[in-house]
């Protein structure tokens, strides 16, 4: 449903931040409803136009409507002002109100995106290292970031710590060595953020591997 979402928000021009809060939105519905027989489809669109809101990146619900119905329906041709149409929009309005009441109206997330791009400059210019110029390192580590979204972990690390974690995983995979770190007694993400060490950082990367592991998995045949 994560890629219904980011699909349904590149083609509505939302912004991450909206797409992220509607992942986590729809990701805490689903935790807090329990065994609900809601049409999920439903739920990740109605995510998407509510964190529209909540990112003052407002999505005009017809255009919501007609999108993500277009996805779902891929030969079905816009609706106009008909029965179907309106039939939705009060399943978007009647489902929107229950997620509100079921989150407690809890739906602002702090996202590590803004994280990652001060800790980022901030590292790049310690560092003073010119593969910044050529190596898409912001790149990788804002795509680590996002594709994350797609498992239910991004929840359960602060911000803080998975800019890190995308930004370290990204030096691994370019051999990216931020001077004199080793001699230092404190470590160049540790002087970021204040809570973290090496053992979390490490958590937030495995994290991010075995998302990748996932994606890759193919089923064995029976």
Known sequence: MIKFIMEAGCKLNASSLTVA???CIYYRFYENAGNCDYDQYLVASVSLYL???????????????????????????????????????????HLELLMLRVLNFKVNFSHPHKYLLHYFFSVSRWSCLGVFQ?????????????????????????????????????????????????????????ALVDDLDEDKVWSVVETIIKNYEHETLVPQRS
């Open 21 to 23: 809060s509607a992942s």
């Open 51 to 93: 964190a529209g809101k909540v990112e003052e990146n407002h999505l005009k619900i017809r255009d919501v409507i007609n999108v993500c119905h277009r996805m779902v329906n891929r030969n079905s041709d816009t609706l106009g002002y008909g029965e179907e149409y309106f039939d939705l929009r009060d399943s978007f309005v």
């Open 134 to 190: 050529y190596l898409p390192v912001l790149r990788t580590s804002w795509a680590f970031i996002q594709d994350l979204l797609h498992d239910p972990s991004y929840l359960k690390f602060k911000p803080q710590h998975l800019a890190v974690g995308a930004i370290y995983l990204a030096f691994q995979c370019y051999g990216i060595v931020v001077p004199y770190d080793n001699e230092a007694q404190t470590r160049w993400f540790q």
